[in-house]
């Protein structure tokens, strides 16, 4: 166990900034990997299979699901996400550290199964700097925006229940808290 890379969850909610700041904590340390979800949700365009996400079928998910195979999964906005225990096994045994960017419900599942786990909860200076960043993303209509407004305020509740929080005023700010925080 002492050789492997640490694994550190990152939530928080939809809009605040972590996929933006989890490709700059990638360029500042070469030993940092991202894990590479499974989802049955729909590609967004720009988005490449293998690299933001592995698009599988419902049929697939719940077969991994059956087959103990997920190290984590939930359903959020009527569809699956969830961690392959496989994939996060071989980036630690290449001594990576790996960051898990996933919602709430699924960062609490890896804290019981993996309790050495650092989690961190990612905020935004403000609510409506949330709904700003969610809109100019403008990948999704106003119904899919509303929803995960909504379940953003939700997740807003979670904070407390995590090791750190911290605030993306800024990326390369937000960025380098979390490496402190791996320093730890
Ligand atoms: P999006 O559809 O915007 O890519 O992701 C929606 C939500 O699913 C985000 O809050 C993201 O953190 C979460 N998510 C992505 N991958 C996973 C995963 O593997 N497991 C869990 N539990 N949540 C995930």
Redesign the pocket.
Known sequence: MENKGKVII?????GVG??TVVKHLLTLDEKIAV?V???T?QM?EGEEHGV??FYITREEFEDNIKNDRML???Q??G?Y???LKSHVRDLQNNGKTVI????????M?VKKKLPDAITVFMVAPSEEEVERRLRKRNTECEEVIQK?LA?AKG?MAHAKEYDYVVCNDDVDNAANRILDILKD
């Open positions: 990152i939530s928080g909610p939809s972590k996929g894990s979800s499974a989802t949700r967004r933001h996400y984590e999964y939930t959020y906005n569809n996400y969830g961690t898990l960017e996933i919602e709430v419900d699924g960062a599942q995960r379940i997740e």
